[in-house]
């Protein structure tokens, strides 16, 4: 069983819609969780973090439940653009604080 | 601010032959990371170094991987020899003393063939 895991999708969704991605970590000893995202052929790129009580950047909203040991990732009025594979990340001090990452869910926002 | 830069962006080669990537980290960075990425497999962690120095090489799938980090502005990953399972995209990240954001390079896309 893979320490981060997400369903790849793909998800297709149209332009303007919510989507939802959800991921599930094993280690409960992680303490700080990550949303990358990661265009065709390119690099990661840090989206934003995740915090307990949750946080919003502009249309992406971030949510972690520990107790279920599961993020959120929640995407409103979905655009073109938004077109990629959202990474899950995981840190864990007992792990060296090194970075976990999960498979990635990919995105596809269509016209 | 010129990023991390890996080199080369693509490589084919033959299996049995040796392949070196090579980074260069962000100026200033004193953490750096080498990752792989695979379709089956995911985004894994082969090595980090800290001050130039290895610190954890538990992800380094083999004898056949070695990589040294000879300044605190240049890596190199080694294969050798290589093998067609190498396939795969390789990338290099640093930090500011670990601290978080990891900056990934381009990435070196490598066929062994």
């Known amino acids: 069983r893979k320490e981060v895991e997400q369903d790849p999708g793909p998800f297709n969704v149209p332009e303007g819609a919510t989507v939802a991605f959800n991921c599930t970590y094993s280690?409960?000893?992680?303490?700080?969780f990550f949303w990358y995202r990661q265009d065709c052929r390119k690099e990661p790129k840090l989206l934003m973090s995740?915090?307990?009580s949750g946080n919003e950047d502009g249309r992406f909203t971030a949510q972690l439940n520990r107790a279920s040991q599961y993020i959120s990732l929640l995407i409103r009025d979905s655009k073109l653009s938004d077109s990629a594979t959202y990474l899950c990340?995981?840190?864990?001090?007992?792990?060296?604080?090194?970075?976990?990452f999960g498979g990635g869910t990919r995105l596809m926002v269509k016209p | 601010d010129a990023g991390v830069i890996q080199s080369p962006r693509h490589e084919v080669t033959e299996m049995g032959q040796e392949v070196t990537l090579r980074c260069k980290p962000i100026?200033?960075?004193?953490?750096l990371f080498w990752y792989r990425q695979t379709m089956m497999r995911g985004l894994e962690l082969l090595i980090y170094?800290?001050?130039?120095?290895?610190?954890?090489d538990s992800g380094m799938p083999e004898d056949r991987f070695s990589a040294k980090m000879p300044n605190a502005s240049f890596s190199t990953l080694k294969i050798q020899p290589s093998e067609p399972r190498d396939s795969a995209v390789y990338f290099c990240?640093?930090?500011?003393?670990?601290?978080?954001?990891?900056?990934f390079g381009n990435g070196t896309r490598l066929t062994v063939t």
């Open positions: 990240a640093s930090t500011p003393g670990g601290v978080l954001p990891l900056h």
């Open positions: 280690n409960s000893a992680s303490q700080s």
């Open positions: 995740v915090y307990s």
């Open positions: 990340v995981a840190q864990a001090k007992n792990a060296g604080n090194m970075l976990t």
């Open positions: 100026s200033g960075h004193n953490s």
């Open positions: 170094f800290n001050n130039n120095v290895p610190i954890d």
